[in-house]
């Protein structure tokens, strides 16, 4: 019960703390109705090529129910792959998998239940086994969309959301996925089922992954600054989750452990002659109880092993429009750059410091505005603990991704992928690996 009891306490200091720096709410700040997208003025109509589902609206129906406060969403991502050359294996690499998610929202305020409230959960579909047995690599070069292996029906992650002040006071609870949904956030490069498929690009990979129970509350007491705090628990079972307790075994009971984030944003708007640059820059700082045994040459067992408990680490991170192509505020086409930093312990995390630079641009060939071209480069230094006490070869592994986003409708994206791996998995003497696929993203 403790675990609960801290929870708690850090729910509600966060809310104290929150409250004195936000502003009151302001009739300034209301949200201006939207005006409904073109394919609604006519619910009977059924443009393929325009419409935002491949089924439809069933004939004005979509809408109605989400008017009410509830929204269903199925998608698909689909990932062909294959090692064409180097890594560890070349033959008979050609991979398929796939990842379907279920997504279910529920709108509180809309059902008159409570103002600012609402709830969330997604549902997972996955096969396959991508390719990173074959490259050797760190990490997944294409990220969850066909590399965990078969999961049938899992409950990915839910929470309960509740926004005050116009949105500028933010807390969630329920089970939460750190990396992609709130830490390390960018942009260009932190979704891999519409922009990089390379796990190195869609996060500072030695930041600790964390999905399970927790808590997250966030504050943005000016337009251009927001800061957050996280906690989860640290010592969830991945077994439990998908079939047992569902973590929360481990969240309220046992050692009183939880993983701790922290993250102080910036948004930028700089001036140009097509009108404003949008950017944001990111400073976050990380702590993970789990014990982890140090880096050390245990000369055949003489020497006992020691583990640290207490490891923590920082990031940085920017994403920065340079270049608009018009002066409409609604387009949104033009080109944008990226850049991150980690860092973490070198004697019990094996990256010790961690890069990425890229660029995004969007409508890059006339005519083709929704279209993305980008280009990314990652890489993992390994630790000098590790080179000196484990493994002599361990250096440095390095990603170079380059994907063209074609959209064929906006219910249907297809993204050819090739990366360049070198040194995979860190060692000097891997092969280097060059591997290409194919995601389609299909929204029903």
Same mark, same amino acid.
């Given at each position: 019960?403790?675990? &609960?009891?801290?929870? $708690? ?127 050797? $690599? ?8 066909? $590399? ?20 500028? &006071? ?42 399970? &129970? ?36 481990? @969240? ?57 408990? $207490? ?66 480069? @990652? ?25 063209? @986003? ?39």
């Amino acid at each position: 019960m403790r675990q &609960l009891h801290r929870l $708690s306490m850090l729910f509600v200091l966060s809310l104290a703390m929150s409250t004195g720096l936000v502003r009151a709410a302001d009739p300034r700040y209301e949200v201006p109705k939207k005006t409904p997208p073109a394919y609604l003025e006519d619910a009977t109509s059924f443009d393929l090529l325009n419409q935002p589902y491949l089924l439809g609206d069933f004939n004005g129906l979509r809408p109605k129910i989400e008017d009410t406060g509830f929204k269903f969403s199925f998608l698909i991502g689909n990932q062909t792959s294959i090692n064409f050359r180097g890594g560890q294996n070349t033959s008979n690499t050609l991979n398929n998998g796939a990842r379907v998610f279920y997504i279910f929202q529920v709108d509180l305020e809309k059902m008159g239940l409570l103002k600012g409230a609402s709830l969330y959960m997604r549902i997972l579909q996955e096969w396959g086994d991508g390719l990173r047995g074959d490259v050797g $690599s760190i990490k997944a070069p294409f990220w969850l969309l066909g $590399s965990q292996g078969e999961v049938a029906f899992e409950e990915d992650k839910y929470w309960w959301q509740q926004r005050l002040f116009e949105g500028k &006071l933010e807390f969630r609870l329920g089970k939460l996925l750190n990396v992609v949904d709130i830490v390390d956030r960018n942009a260009y490069a932190a979704n891999y089922l519409n922009q990089f498929v390379n796990e190195g690009l869609n996060y500072s990979l030695n930041i600790p992954v964390v999905r399970s &129970l927790g808590a997250y509350v966030r504050v943005e007491p000016a337009d251009w600054l927001y800061v957050f705090a996280m906690a989860a628990d640290a010592d969830y079972a991945a077994t439990t989750i998908s079939h047992g307790a569902g973590g929360f075994d481990t @969240a309220f009971g046992g050692e009183d452990h939880f993983l701790g984030y922290g993250e102080l944003g910036v948004k930028s708007r700089f001036a140009s002659r097509n009108g404003e640059l949008p950017g944001n820059y990111r400073f976050g700082l990380w702590y993970n109880p789990r014990s982890r045994q140090v880096f050390m040459d245990d000369l055949g067992g003489l020497r006992a092993p020691r583990t640290d408990s $207490s490891d923590v680490g920082f990031y940085v991170n920017f994403d920065q429009m340079v270049w608009k192509e018009n002066d409409d505020a609604k387009d949104k086409q033009g080109l944008g750059v990226f850049a991150r930093y980690g860092y973490a312990k070198g004697d019990v995390n094996a990256i010790n410091h961690f890069w990425s630079v890229g660029a995004s641009y969007l409508g890059p060939i006339p005519s083709r505005d929704k279209d993305v071209l980008a280009f990314g480069v @990652a890489q993992s230094i390994m630790s000098q603990d590790l080179r000196d006490e484990i493994n002599p070869l361990a250096d440095r592994e390095t990603v170079y991704e380059l994907y063209y @986003a074609f959209e064929v409708a906006p219910w249907c994206v297809i993204t050819p992928d090739l990366q360049v791996i070198t040194n995979p998995g860190g060692n000097k003497n891997a092969r280097d690996a060059f591997i290409g696929g194919v995601r389609v993203k299909i929204v029903f």
